[in-house]
């Protein structure tokens, strides 16, 4: 079972060949993917050597191997954690009994898409980080992009083995529409609001890593509690992985937090002046990601939600730190809106499972938040950077009509209108932090904007030559 055959064109852990048909459907697929790769991936580097770890296994020890590969070469591979014996259904209708191997007929169609929205995310984020490669700010930091980007292309090849496996024909028409779909495209985009928004520069990148990346997290986790036991056992491994990328982030919005620090304390004391991103235009690219990745959760109140929990298919995230799993007679408390005004209200627990996930991940980015400003605090300054509400400047679910302060006060359209850009990046910001956005491509040497890492990858030094240019 998790014998990896490297020899196959398809690294798994699967057994795929033993399979012929569905081998040869993958097989047929995989041309389309590196086709995509090509011309969506990363723009200008398929040719260099990145050094990059490789899922290989799923070994707790050793699932990663460490070695400079061009983009193109890199094994894309299925990997499952290995199958638990006598697991049954954790929550829902059908808590206690054994999980499933197939689809159910009757959840077919919701299954297939919460596994298309998951995929469609994968190759979205490589799309609009196309064109990061040619500012970063470093080698080590250039790598670090191009290890996020093959690794989402993985999450691809994960749910496209699903769709593959067990949605026959019409599972094989969505992954093709996999590749198909653009981010940002007017006529075809991809399925997600913040996943069709542009990632101009690093800036984004990292917020989006820090707060977009980490909404993969919590809806991994929730489809990791599956009662479809492979979607269960693949998001399982996703998770490794997906750690890494919400380092990136967080360490990333950390560096230029303290760079902003740094300069604050040079003579003069402005940032911008001396090439640097400033605090407050640092949070107003908070306010932008954070918001855009809480909308991923989809509305407040929400029938889908409930039907998805009810069927076992997706469920809260950590399961099984929660005693009672039906959630037939419970209620959570919450904001709702109700003739234009903010009142608190019970709503039927399987219906606010939304807002029961985003809680959780409204938590998590706060430690997020708290480690950046110890940093701020730790160089001395005075600045805190908060997370703006949750209604604040939100466009899917209950928030969405209307207009709110980051400090969540319901707001008129002029009003709204007239402060926006004291609260998201006007065009004067984007053009600015994209005016810093040159590349550093000498190894060990860092753009003026941000503050070296900590360490390097893998435990080699930060000079490494993480990207061969030459
Ligand atoms: N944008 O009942 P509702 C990741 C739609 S990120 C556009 O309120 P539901 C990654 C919704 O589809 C994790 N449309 O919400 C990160 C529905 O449309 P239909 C991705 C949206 O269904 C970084 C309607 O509104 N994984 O892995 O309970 C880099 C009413 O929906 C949005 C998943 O999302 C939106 N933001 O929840 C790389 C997990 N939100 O069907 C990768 C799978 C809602 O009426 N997906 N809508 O036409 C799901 O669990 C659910 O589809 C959602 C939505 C949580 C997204
Ligand atoms: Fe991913
Ligand atoms: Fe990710």
Redesign the pocket.
């Known amino acids: 079972m998790s014998t990896i055959l490297n020899d196959d064109k398809i690294p798994n852990n699967v057994n795929l060949s033993s399979d012929r048909r569905l081998q040869r459907a993958l097989e047929a697929w995989q041309p389309g993917f590196l086709s995509w790769w090509q011309e969506m991936g990363p723009a200008g580097f398929q040719a260099k050597d990145v050094y990059l770890r490789t899922a290989i296994s799923v070994e707790a020890n050793g699932w990663a191997h460490f070695d400079y590969v061009k983009m193109p070469d890199y094994r894309w591979g299925i990997f499952l954690e290995p199958k638990q014996e006598g697991r049954v259904h954790g929550f829902g209708d059908f808590e206690g009994q054994p999980v499933w191997d197939e689809v159910p007929g009757e959840f077919r169609n919701m299954l297939r898409?919460?596994v298309v929205?998951?995929g469609d995310?994968?190759p979205a984020?490589v799309e609009q980080q196309r064109m990061l490669g040619q500012t970063a700010p470093s080698l080590y930091d250039l790598r670090n992009l191009f290890q996020v980007n093959v690794e989402?292309g993985r999450?691809l090849w994960a749910m496209v083995y699903l769709l593959h496996t067990y949605f026959g024909r019409d599972g094989r028409e969505e992954a093709d529409e996999l590749l198909a779909r653009r981010s940002g495209d007017r006529d075809r985009p991809r399925?997600?609001?913040?996943f069709n928004e542009p990632n101009n520069h690093w800036l984004s990148f990292f917020m989006f890593t820090m707060f977009?990346?980490r909404?993969?997290k919590y809806?991994?986790a929730a489809?990791a509690e599956s009662g479809f036991d492979p979607l269960a056992r693949t998001c399982r491994f996703m998770l490794t992985e997906e750690a890494h990328h919400m380092f990136v982030g967080e360490t990333g919005v950390q560096r230029i937090v303290k760079r902003a620090c740094e300069l604050m304390k040079q003579p003069g004391g402005d940032v911008r002046a001396q090439g640097g991103i400033d605090l407050p235009t640092i949070q107003k690219y908070l306010n932008l990601w954070y918001t855009l990745s809480l909308?991923?959760?989809?509305?407040e109140v929400?029938?889908?939600?409930a039907d998805a929990f009810a069927a076992g298919l997706?469920g809260r995230y950590k399961e099984d730190k929660y005693t009672e799993h039906k959630l037939v007679d419970s209620f959570f408390a919450m904001d709702v809106l109700e003739g234009g005004k903010v009142v608190h209200k019970d709503v039927a627990m399987r219906n606010a499972l939304?807002e029961v996930l985003r809680t959780e991940y409204i938590k998590d980015c706060q430690r997020g938040v708290d480690r950046w400003n110890k940093t701020i605090k730790d160089e001395g300054i005075d600045f805190v950077l908060t997370l703006p509400s949750n209604k604040f400047h939100r466009q899917?679910?209950m928030w969405s009509g209307s207009y709110f302060t980051p400090a969540g006060e319901l707001l008129d359209a002029a009003t709204w209108n007239a402060r926006r850009s004291e609260w998201l990046p006007s065009e004067a910001d984007e053009a600015y932090v994209k005016s810093l956005m040159m590349p550093v491509t000498e190894p060990g040497k860092m753009a003026g904007w941000i503050a070296p890492p900590a360490k390097g990858i893998n435990g080699l030094p930060g000079e490494f030559v993480y990207v061969r240019l030459d």
């Open positions: 898409r919460l929205t998951q995310t994968e984020s989402e999450h399925i997600l609001g913040a977009t990346d909404d993969g809806q991994l489809l909308d991923l959760f989809g509305g929400s029938s889908n939600a997706k939304n899917i679910g």
